[in-house]
């Protein structure tokens, strides 16, 4: 429905036209800084035969931020089960009240803490201008949502998903490709926190195929606690001096409190931003009940558990949407709703671990100078990274330091005093510590903090 095509005259599209002009200058100019959205974004990706469920991602590189967006075919039987202490969500009411209609379009996740459920009512929007959806009480869109916090120390700006990211993500979704990672909603999650890990986290996704039935598990994953394989061992975690080399989610709740505090076998970091989230999705095509979706809800949600440790904590915001196509209707080719929950359990365990992308390796200081001392002070400068993050480089002989001068310090760069640099090349700098800092001066006057997928960049004042 979404690419239909209206027969009109001459007369008619002269009106159209006309019209789509006086919008388009209705519609405030868009800043010419403004980033730009990055849609599917991810070389590696989560391939699944399901037609009636499409995906589409968005992301902000210069947060970084993103959204996905999940767009059934034909409208689903939802419910949800809520855990945590924080969570932010979007027409989970609606869903709690039971009826058996299948009323749901669209599941949104997105990062920017409670700015990004603007994203949810945005792709309900675009279902009606798209006329999919219309204004008659029966065809009102119905999209719900949860979000990530992904703000704060993670990052040197304020930029979340808003709804022009959320509507282009709707508009690239497509069926059967899910990207994994660092990607989507999860472009900037972090894990572990609790316990000082920040590790890297993102999106997973599992699928399963037994006979007709499908089951699809989705998930973002920005827990306070640490990712756990089968084995029990921590999936990634920035550990400090002296932490185990094998460590294991056991040995870090087994000695907990102290496995947060110095004189355990590590550190955490005691900045660490304490609002985690993680959002997930479970999807079938068998026909369920009411009752029945919302038990897949809750056992395929309590599973998570043993995957998360700790979870569902005062500091997270767990949500978990379970949604039914509805598709297969023979009774005779169904599975018991226990089994879905266990098949939905294991898959979602295995999504989880899909969401922890590489992590980044700290880089190799140079053992020696490598810039004269006319060459540091040619990069020496206040780098602005937003209105309230701005690092000043100076130099004293062939040797750079930084300091944060702005509101906020960025990450290892503090306000109190200068922090040295450690030298990698002739580009590119280090502060050693337990979490990897890279700086790269570029030609063009900016300075690139840890570059690579979650770089954060900054221009010089001036240039």
């Not at 900037?188 to 007709?212: D, E, H, K, M």
């Not at 979870?311 to 018991?336: H, I, K, Q, R």
């Not at 540091?376 to 993050?389: E, H, M, Q, R």
Request: proline content about 7%; glycine content about 12%.
């Amino acid at each position: 429905m979404r690419n239909r095509r209206n027969s009109r005259g001459p007369i008619g599209g002269a009106l159209a036209t006309g019209l789509l002009a006086t919008l388009l200058a209705a519609q405030p100019a868009m800043a010419e800084d403004a980033p730009a959205p990055v849609l599917n974004a991810g070389e590696k990706v989560l391939r699944f035969d399901w037609p009636a469920v499409q995906v589409g991602t968005g992301e902000y590189k210069e947060g970084p931020t993103g959204v996905t967006v999940f767009h059934f075919d034909r409208r689903s039987l939802a419910a949800v089960d809520v855990r945590g202490g924080g969570p932010g969500t979007v027409n989970t009411d609606y869903l709690r009240l039971g009826y058996d209609a299948p009323e749901l379009d669209a599941v949104v996740f997105s990062g920017g803490s409670w700015y990004g459920l603007e994203a949810t009512t945005a792709v309900a929007s675009a279902l009606k201008e798209d006329g999919v959806r219309g204004g008659h009480w029966d065809n009102i869109a119905l999209s719900v949502g949860a979000i990530i916090y992904d703000l704060g120390g993670r990052r040197l700006n304020e930029i979340v998903p808003d709804k022009r990211l959320a509507q282009a993500a709707f508009r690239a979704a497509k069926p059967g490709v899910f990207p994994l990672g660092a990607q989507g909603a999860g472009r900037l999650a972090v894990t572990g926190s609790l316990f000082g890990c920040n590790a890297y986290s993102g999106q997973g996704g599992a699928f399963r195929q037994i006979g007709p039935v499908k089951v699809a598990a989705f998930v973002v994953v920005n827990a306070l606690g640490v990712v756990t394989r089968r084995d029990g061992k921590v999936a990634a975690c920035y550990g400090d001096e002296g932490w185990p080399k094998d460590l294991t989610a056991a040995a870090l709740l087994a000695g907990y409190p102290a496995s947060r505090k110095p004189g355990w076998t590590g550190a955490p970091d005691p900045d660490a931003p304490a609002r985690n989230t993680t959002v997930s999705l479970i999807v079938t095509n068998q026909k369920l009940k009411p009752a029945e979706l919302q038990r897949l809800a809750i056992q395929v949600h309590s599973s998570m558990g043993r995957a998360l440790q700790p979870f569902a904590t005062e500091f997270d915001g767990d949500v978990l949407y379970a949604v039914s196509t509805g598709e297969l209707e023979d009774e005779a080719a169904m599975l018991p709703t226990v089994d879905l929950g266990v098949i939905g359990g294991e898959a979602m365990w295995d999504a989880i671990l899909a969401s922890v992308p590489d992590q980044p390796k700290p880089a190799t200081p140079a053992g020696k100078p490598v810039l004269s001392a006319d060459q540091a002070k040619v990069l020496t400068g206040d780098y602005v990274f937003s209105p309230f993050v701005t690092v000043r480089v100076t130099a004293e002989g062939d040797t750079l330091f930084a300091q944060a001068t702005g509101a906020r310090a960025a990450f290892a760069i503090g306000k109190e005093q200068r922090t040295e640099l450690t030298p990698v090349s002739a580009t590119d700098f280090m502060v050693p510590g337990r979490y990897p800092l890279t700086l790269r001066f570029e030609d063009s006057g900016r300075l690139v903090l840890n570059p690579g997928h979650w770089e954060q960049t900054g221009t010089r004042q001036g240039d």
